[in-house]
Each structure stands twice: as C-alpha cells, then as structure tokens.
Nanobody, 126 residues
Framework: QVQLVESGGGSVQAGGSLRLSCASSGISNSRYCMAWFRQAPGKERENVAALYTHGGSTYYAAAVKGRLTISRDNDKNILYLQMNNLKPEDTAMYYC???????????????????WGQGTQVTVSS
C-alpha cells in the first residue's frame, strides 16, 4: 500500500522560507510522477510543482517559478518543496501526490493523480 506523509508546514512572514517534506513508502515503480499541490479556501487544488522520477524533469506553475524548488532524495524516498520569498497568496494547504500512469505528464491536474498525502498547512502573513 502506497503512503505519503507530509510535514514541514507552518506560519511565516512574507519573504520567509519553509521546506516541506513528503515521505513515501510502498512504491515499487521506478518511473512515476510526484507533485506538490496546494488548495486555498474557496479555490481549486492546483499543481504547483512536479517531478518525474525517470530523468528528473520538473514542472512549475508560473506563480511559483523561481521561488519554489521541488527535489527528491532517492535514498530516503523523500520529496521536498523548498519555498523561498513566500507571499501571502502562497497561503494554502499543501498536498503531496503521486501517480504511476501519467508517463511523464507530471503537470497533470488534480483529477489525474491517484495517491495523496493528508496535507500540511502553510500560512504566510504580510
């Protein structure tokens, strides 16, 4: 059974940094997508950063490009999201997700990902 467990959320002031972690277990595939989504109150869950384990190609939403960095520790099976220069509009619940059937199309939307973590809250104050 695949499990994803996020950690690292919290409250910071605008301009600050946070690093989210997502520990995965039970994954036997060698090629799959992992992504960070976020959902603010009243808004749809959006894909903000994604990574393909085969080759390491990445995707970033335009709103976060240059400020957020997705990476993965293959030995520890941990996905990270380094968030710098945070803005109040980054406030949201952040979710880790994985999918094994996208074939590298890791920028796919919410409905295409099948495995989800429980989420971790990020709050950025001005």
């Amino acid at each position: 059974q695949v499990q994803l467990v996020e950690s690292g959320g919290g409250s910071v002031q605008a301009g600050g940094s946070l690093r989210l972690s997502c520990a995965s277990s039970g994954i036997s595939n060698s090629r799959y997508c992992m992504a960070w989504f976020r959902q603010a109150p009243g808004k749809e869950r959006e894909n903000v950063a994604a990574l393909y384990t085969h080759g390491g190609s990445t995707y970033y939403a335009a709103a976060v490009k240059g400020r957020l960095t997705i990476s993965r520790d293959n030995d520890k099976n941990i996905l990270y999201l380094q968030m710098n220069n945070l803005k109040p509009e980054d406030t949201a619940m952040y979710y880790c997700a994985a999918d094994f059937y996208l074939g590298g199309r890791c920028s796919a939307p919410y409905g295409d990902y099948v495995v989800w973590g429980q989420g971790t809250q990020v709050t950025v104050s001005s």
